[in-house]
């Protein structure tokens, strides 16, 4: 790119302004920071802005894909709407906020899975009232019997006890991630994510695990109102319209997973926790003689309302009506 610069100066041409765009992929923003970093304007385009054929079967190599994204590109340039948006670029400390509390998410995956793992390999010899996350579960392993009274198999055991140090080492790791945390926050209680996250552990129900991602992987971010929060979380519907037809798809889907099953689960904890909140007595009345079909449909919308009044209690300070709260 420099080098076609460098010969459109020898050739006479005064260059301006360059700009480059590129799709969001598995590289993330380094390279977007890095042109910028050295004057070139740099965008990335999210995939799923840029309109493309419908038809079953279409053309698709790499030379007609940049064909497209140079088409849409030059209008967004122009100021035209609906071509395609971009995505914001992170900075590299913005990224590693969110490091944590998704390596957390991951370990607590493999703790799951080790211990279903060992459960059913006890299953398969009639051993149903062992639990293997206690802290003394690996003194125990040599007192279980088999239903026939013999102990278990030697690989059987051995197999026990290398789970067993995998889900320690698992169980040390989260350990570590959660007291790094507290850590942080009580050295620098007043900073921008740290606050957000001190306000909303204050909401009865809402723990840090769930306030830490959704500060980090929405609302610390700079959105442009709700209906651009709820969008980002993939809380909005998919309507379907066509002539007469009209009907609804349900989620869109197309926001951040993660921010989508947390705020689901939160709803269903907030009606538990704040049951004489506004949004609690607001579903209760929607939902009131309803299928259960429909309290899942309305537990979305719940989940949607109650993220937007999260993200405006943590940016203007507007307390949602009838919230209990902690003691600072």
């Known amino acids: 790119m420099l080098r076609w610069r460098d010969e459109a100066v020898k050739a006479g041409h005064k260059i301006e302004r360059i700009a480059i ?11 977007a920071r890095w042109l910028r970093a050295r004057g070139i304007e740099a965008y990335v385009i999210h995939p799923a802005s840029v309109a493309v054929s419908r038809e079953h079967r279409r053309a698709k190599t790499d030379r007609l894909d940049t064909e497209l994204l140079k088409r849409v590109f030059l209008g967004w340039l122009r100021g035209e709407p609906d071509h395609c948006s971009m995505s914001a670029i992170p900075t590299p400390e913005q990224e590693d906020a969110k490091r944590p509390n998704r390596e957390r998410e991951n370990l607590v995956g493999q703790r799951t899975r080790i211990v279903n793992r060992m459960k059913a390999c006890l299953i398969r010899f009639g051993i149903r009232n062992f639990k293997p996350t206690l802290r003394k579960a690996p003194e125990g392993l040599e007192a279980l019997r088999t239903p026939e009274g013999a102990p278990l198999p030697p690989n059987t055991r051995a197999e026990m006890r ?3 140090a995998r889900l320690r080492f698992v169980q040390d790791q989260i350990k570590e991630i959660e007291a790094t945390r507290l850590q942080q926050l009580e050295q620098a209680p007043a900073e921008g994510p740290h606050a957000m996250i001190r306000l909303l552990t204050r909401v009865t129900g809402v723990g840090i695990e769930t ?13 442009r109102d709700q209906k651009a929060v709820a969008r980002y979380a993939g809380l909005t519907g998919s309507p379907d319209e066509s002539g007469k037809r009209s009907r ?13 099953r947390g705020m689901i ?5 907030f009606l538990i926790f704040q049951k004489e909140s506004a949004l609690a007595q607001w579903y209760r009345v929607a939902t009131t003689d309803a299928r259960g079909a429909i309290r899942k449909t309305m537990i979305v919308a ?25 003691a600072t």
């Open 21 to 31: 765009a590129f799709e969001a992929g598995r590289d993330g923003f380094w390279l």
């Open 162 to 164: 290398r789970d067993m």
């Open 211 to 223: 306030a830490d991602m959704l500060v980090n992987e929405i609302l610390a971010r700079n959105l």
């Open 248 to 260: 609804e798809k349900g989620l869109s889907r197309a926001g951040n997973a993660r921010v989508r």
């Open 265 to 269: 689960q939160l709803a269903w904890r």
């Open 302 to 326: 719940l989940a949607r309302k109650l993220l937007i009044a999260l993200w405006r209690m943590v940016t203007i300070g507007e307390m949602p009506d009838g919230v209990a709260m902690r």
